[in-house]
């Protein structure tokens, strides 16, 4: 598209300049502006592909107040404030100020998803208003001082820290192409989870690489160790060789090994004919650039291309060597790594077991810790430079509940190998109940009442292809019902018409309907205990020490010490054993089973009880928040009758039972029979705060009277805070020795 052919396309997209007379001349700066705004919006066409959807909103030109003495200009949307030295006179400072803050307003109305990105922010800025060629003539700064400078700076808000931003910029000799990549990620509306770093900037390595390493939940998707820079990006060598296989959408070649080509010195014993497992094992750049020459292997990642976008890469592969590592010219930091692995291994578990070999017959193998890895999926890679030499090593372990990525530089991943099942080990002891944990949530609600929001990156998995999911809350039904639906980054934020604010989930959605319900006979159950009992149709999935965790804050979030302890370890126990809630299903989220509202902050009575060893009873632990607190309730006594009988009398409680006797007519004779059913039945269904002790019968009403809350069995979560034992002190006077 030529420049003219952009300028006049984009007439109609001027905002509306408005001036209050007190930067002058009015009309002057008004057209100054339209110019500046004209030629920015062409450029931003050009560099993104397209012009925003949207017409800008009216701007406001007007003099700064307060501004800082290094400063010409500021802004926030909808407002440049500009400093004039003269009155009546736009001079040249004034004008690059002006082209200055007008690109932080393009960005605001052409991009709003990288608001707080003020890396972003800035280099377009000077990119684009002329400051460069000042800069240019500055003293020589190098780049890795440069780096240093906004790494201490990072709002780019001094001359030192500009300075240090335009030595990065003038490294592009044109327009960076990192801000057009980012324009065009603008422009598609691809998410961007990872601020623009120096290094994608750049497009050079501007600083030594250094040691990161990051372990991940795959459940719960929570940072549960991290060392080092795990955000930096950096050349990430053959580790995305897995995402090349998994966007493909036809079955990957066999090829034939071409003997003296480097790329093939895949290890010794190749075979005459190399598969993608093969391929994979030996982390064979030969195959995969074959592939490519072929003709069928996937483009840029293929479906799986926006989810390592969404986690931070730094941009398109141009072609396989790009994609595979050959060349250094994209980057990925550990975090993000770690997070694409976390998607693929929900995706696609038939990859994870390929890679799961590595250390038998891979890049791992026979290495003294080899044996360490059974049951652990790993892929390697290298950066070398020219001279082959290792830059940077780099090893990605995924087990049954964790991620781990670690990053070496100078090292080849066999000689650091040791170090994975070490920290693996280390995230095991000290962070108890990492283990998966699955809830049937959200049973009492409406399904197409549902609704979910990622903050990060979110995805549902449809036969293993990842699909983006709206930004702003959706409906959660349709999501799940095509597959797993997991957030990258950040927590689901769920909501619904009794919960607007909405809950965090930090985990997996699932869809899963239970077994249709019948009630016992003769057992009163009100609308919503049928629903508890059924289940739901959303499973969760997030780890047990998360739900224990949840569990405990939405029982008692006041509880603390030795009692919470002791709830926690019950907690974490049901959840293993809910057959006798729901045979063959999860735990539920109701009082049915016990309450979990989402995820929240683990504390530390959570994670010492995930840490001790399981209790001892094998079946449900009943417990109630109890206490001695008297309560009385009334209810119609139609009510009472429609649960227990009509002329019922004498009734009593007893042993977690209701007992009580019932008129009946059997031919002439009348007689009372001696009935009795779960006290729990009856104080569900009249919403009792517990199992009475005593019931008044009056001419149209009952009047209900007992002490504490809850069905009073189990572990009395009150009189534990009072007893001032241990937690299992607690559970062995209340399950028994």
């Given at each position: ?286 195959y995969f650039l074959d592939w490519e020459g072929q003709g069928s292997a996937p483009k840029a990642f293929g479906p799986w291309g926006p989810v390592l976008a969404a986690v931070g890469l730094s941009g398109e592969p141009l072609d396989m060597a790009d994609a595979i590592g050959l060349r250094s010219a994209l980057r990925l930091s550990p975090w993000g790594l770690a997070q694409a692995y976390r998607l693929l291994a929900e995706a696609r ?389």
């Amino acid at each position: 598209m030529g420049w003219t052919a952009v300028t006049v396309a984009l007439l109609a997209a001027t905002p509306v300049f408005l001036t209050r007379g007190d930067v002058t001349p009015e009309a002057e700066l008004r057209a100054e502006a339209e110019a500046t705004w004209k030629a920015l919006e062409a450029r931003y066409v050009v560099e993104a592909g397209g012009a925003p959807a949207r017409a800008p909103a009216t701007l406001s030109l007007q003099r700064g107040v307060g501004m800082l003495p290094s400063r010409n200009g500021q802004g926030r949307p909808g407002v440049v404030e500009l400093r004039q030295a003269t009155p009546g006179v736009l001079d040249e400072r004034l004008r690059v100020a002006l082209r200055h803050e007008l690109a932080h307003q393009l960005l605001w109305w052409a991009c709003p998803a990288s608001a707080e990105d003020r890396l972003f922010h800035e280099a377009f800025a000077l990119a684009v208003s002329g400051e460069l060629a000042e800069w240019r003539e500055a003293p020589y700064q190098s780049l890795a001082s440069a780096s240093v400078e906004l790494a201490r700076n990072p709002d780019v808000d001094t001359p030192r820290a500009r300075r240090a931003l335009a030595r990065v910029l003038n490294e592009d000799s044109g327009f960076p192409k990192a801000l057009t990549r980012r324009l065009r990620q603008c422009q598609d509306g691809a998410r961007q989870a990872v601020p623009l770093s120096v290094d994608e900037l750049a497009g050079v390595a501007v600083e030594a690489a250094a040691s990161a390493t990051v372990v991940l939940s795959r459940h719960s998707g929570e940072v549960l160790f991290a060392e080092g820079d795990i955000k930096k990006a950096l050349p990430f060598g053959s580790t995305l060789k897995p995402f090349v296989v998994a966007g493909s959408g036809a079955s990957p070649p066999v090829l034939s090994p071409r003997a003296g080509v480097p790329e093939w010195a895949c290890g010794d014993g190749l075979p005459g004919k190399v598969d993608v497992k093969t391929a994979l094992l030996r982390s064979c750049n030969g195959y995969f650039l074959d592939w490519e020459g072929q003709g069928s292997a996937p483009k840029a990642f293929g479906p799986w291309g926006p989810v390592l976008a969404a986690v931070g890469l730094s941009g398109e592969p141009l072609d396989m060597a790009d994609a595979i590592g050959l060349r250094s010219a994209l980057r990925l930091s550990p975090w993000g790594l770690a997070q694409a692995y976390r998607l693929l291994a929900e995706a696609r578990p038939d990859l994870l077991v390929v890679l799961a070999d590595n250390a038998a017959r891979g890049t791992l193998s026979e290495l003294p810790v080899s044996k360490a890895f059974a049951g652990v999926a790993t892929k390697t890679g290298t950066v070398r430079d020219a001279e082959s030499r290792p830059r940077l090593g780099w090893i990605v372990a995924v087990e049954a509940d964790l991620i781990a990525v670690v990053a070496r530089p100078g090292l080849m991943p066999r000689s650091f190998a040791d170090e994975v099942p070490a920290v693996l080990a280390q995230v095991r002891d000290k962070r108890g109940g990492q283990e998966a944990a699955r809830v049937q949530v959200l049973g009492l609600v409406a399904p197409g009442d549902v609704e979910a929001r990622c903050r990060g990156a979110g995805f549902v998995l449809e036969s293993g292809t990842p699909r983006a999911v709206p930004e702003d809350f959706t409906k959660l039904e349709p999501l799940v019902s095509k597959g797993a639906a997991v957030c990258l980054g950040s927590p689901w934020r769920v909501r619904f018409p009794d919960a607007p604010a909405g809950r965090d989930y930090a985990g997996v959605f699932s869809w899963s309907a239970p077994p249709p319900y019948k009630p016992p006979a003769g057992v009163p159950t009100s609308p919503n205990a049928l629903k508890a009992r059924r289940g739901s149709d959303f499973l969760f999935r997030t780890t047990r020490l998360q739900y224990t965790a949840g569990v405990v804050a939405a029982e008692d979030a006041s509880l603390t010490g030795e009692p919470r302890v002791a709830l926690a370890r019950v907690v974490a126990h049901n959840e293993r054993h809910a057959d006798s809630r729901h045979p063959g299903r999860p735990v539920c989220d109701t009082t049915h089973c016990q309450t979990f509202l989402g995820t929240v902050r683990v504390r530390p009575e959570e994670e010492r009880a995930l840490g001790l060893p399981a209790p001892r009873w094998r079946q449900w632990l009943p417990f109630s928040q109890g206490g001695e607190a008297p309560w009385r309730e009334t209810r119609p006594l139609s009510q009472v009758e429609s649960l227990l009988g009509p002329g019922v009398t004498g009734v009593r409680f007893s042993e977690g039972r209701v007992h009580y006797l019932r008129t009946k007519r059997e031919g002439g004779a009348v007689f009372d029979v001696a009935e009795s059913q779960p006290c729990e039945s009856l104080r569900s269904a009249l919403k009792l705060p517990a199992c009475p002790l005593t019931a008044t019968f009056e001419a149209t009403r009952v009047t209900f009277e007992g002490r504490g809350q809850g069905h009073g069995e189990g572990l009395d979560v009150e009189a534990a805070k009072a007893s001032g034992l241990r937690h299992e002190q607690l559970l062995e006077r209340a399950y028994g020795p």
